[in-house]
Structures are given as C-alpha cells and as structure tokens.
C-alpha cells in the first residue's frame, strides 16, 4: 500500500499577518516532523495543481469567485464576506490548495497510490457557496468531492471531519444531496456555531447529514467512540466509493482554538477507523486534507501519527 502526499513551499504564499493562528509555518512544521520521523521519504509525492474556475463552480458561485478575486485584486486585508485574512497571493495560494486536493483524489483514483494526504492552506470546510470565511477561501473537500463524481464518475464520496470546528460550508454544500454522506464530530459551543445533532439533511439528502457535537473537555470517548459506534454502521450502509476527510488537528489536546482532547494515539485511531472503511468499501481509496490546528508542535505530531496510520 503506497501513502501519498500534497506538499509545496507555494502553501506558504498565503500570508495571514503577524499573531494570526492560520499562520504559513503550519505547513512547514508538518513537512518537518514528517522528515523528522523518517516518514517522508517512504510517501510517494503527488504535484499540486491549480483548481480551475470550472472545478470551483462544482461548490461556488460565480458572484463570490468574483467577489473574492476583487478583494485580493483590491489589496484588502481580508475578505468582504466575512472574516478571512487574505493578501496577495491568497487566492493562487487558494486554488493551489484546492488543486491540490483534487491532485490527490485523481492519484488515488488512477491507483497511483492507495489513500493520501493533503498537506494544504488555507483550509476549507467554513466556505459555504456563496461566502469565505473562518481563514476559508474555497471548500477544498467539498471540491473534492464534485470532482470524484464528475471527472472520475464515482458515485457516492463519505466526508468524515474530526475538526474541532463545525465544518458548517461542508454541511451547506451537500445538505440535499444524497450522494454525499457527511459526518462531523465538533465542539459546541463554538465557532461557527452552527452544527446541532437536528441537522440530518433536507429533502433527498435527509438523514445523510450527522452531527455529533460534543462540550469543551470531550476527547476519545466521546469523538472515538461517535466514529465507532455512529459512522462505521453508516458508513457500511453507505457503501461509499471514495473516503474524505477533513483532518483537523485543533480537536487536540493544548490547541489554542478549541478544547477538546484527543491525542496523537487517537488520531491514528480515528484515522485506522476510516481507513478501515474505505478498504471495506472502496478499494482503501482514501484522501484527507489539512483542516485546522495552530499550536506547531502539536499540530505536527499529530500530522505525523495521521499518516503512520494511514500507510499502515
């Protein structure tokens, strides 16, 4: 089983400004305690692409990849949307990150390699259709997602996302789709506030929606056992034909932004359970992609326990 990995130094391009948590050496310390560990020489290197406006309006509108193109254009600070830090190379850093994404799903599909991860920013899951926001330009899984059942044909893409915040633009995007099951674990309260266990989906796409928030101080009971005991099940009634993950790290122990507690142990836990799913279903066909987590050092180990996990 060969383990992929997006990586560039152009992930940094996207400056936030001084003191901001989505900050460019978030990457960079992820590259380093890979090689650290002597884990980056055994992943095979995948080459990040630009995502075209086409792969955007999959998840976009157009008025907003307008809007977005603008502010940069405009030199503001951050984008009219909503709260995002932008500067002038965030939006080719952006389609950078969605590309790379994407990059990752064609080599996974063309079986280049088993599963990946996605080593981008910024991050994606708060940008909904129509707005960035959350330090999120464009929703990278989401993107993703479209882009399996598009381009490559596949028909239903599981999204599982264990960021300690809600990933409210994923939930937006695919909430009448049944095509796309989504399921997320996040604090609450918190930001962006939105995420209650009573959205399950509307129309075709009720019940493919689950919610499972949980109070400050959860950690491996709790967001372990909701993987276990709630999206396995689902996952196996599923059937999913590709696997996504939106790997935030915030959900770890010590992040400055959230307070939940898992360790580095839970995320190869957490990521052994997906992977579990997607050999059962899907040929092991599995790519995670770099949500949140902004304390460095934390940040990194737990990256690294994710992709020891991930190459088995």
Known sequence: MATGIVLSPRYRDHDTGAGHPERPDRALAIETRLAADGL??????????????????????????ATARADVAAGAERLSTGDTAISPRSLDTALLAAGGVLAAVDAVVAGHVTNAFAVVRPPGHHATPARGMG?????????????????????RVLIADWDVHHGNGTQDIFYEDDSVYFFDTHQHPLYPGSGPATDTGRGRGLGFTRNCPFPAGAGRA??????????????????????????????????????????????????AIVRGIAERHCAGRLVATLEGG??????????????????G
């Open 135 to 155: 330090f999120c330009l464009f929703n990278n899984v989401a993107i993703a997602a479209r882009h399996a059942q598009q381009a490559h044909g596949l028909g």
């Open 40 to 65: 980056l020489e055994s992943l095979v290197r995948i080459e990040p692409r630009a995502a075209t406006e086409a792969d955007l309006l999959r998840c976009h509108e157009a008025a907003y990849l």
């Open 222 to 271: 709790e967001i372990v056992g909701a993987f276990t005991d709630l999206l396995v099940p689902a996952a196996d009634a599923f059937r999913p034909d590709l696997v996504l993950v939106s790997a935030g790290f915030d959900s770890r122990i010590g992040d400055p932004l959230g307070d939940f507690r898992l360790t580095d142990d839970d995320f190869a836990e957490l990521t």
């Open 294 to 311: 902004y304390a460095l050092d934390g940040l990194a180990r737990a990256a690294a326990a994710h992709v020891r996990a991930l190459a």
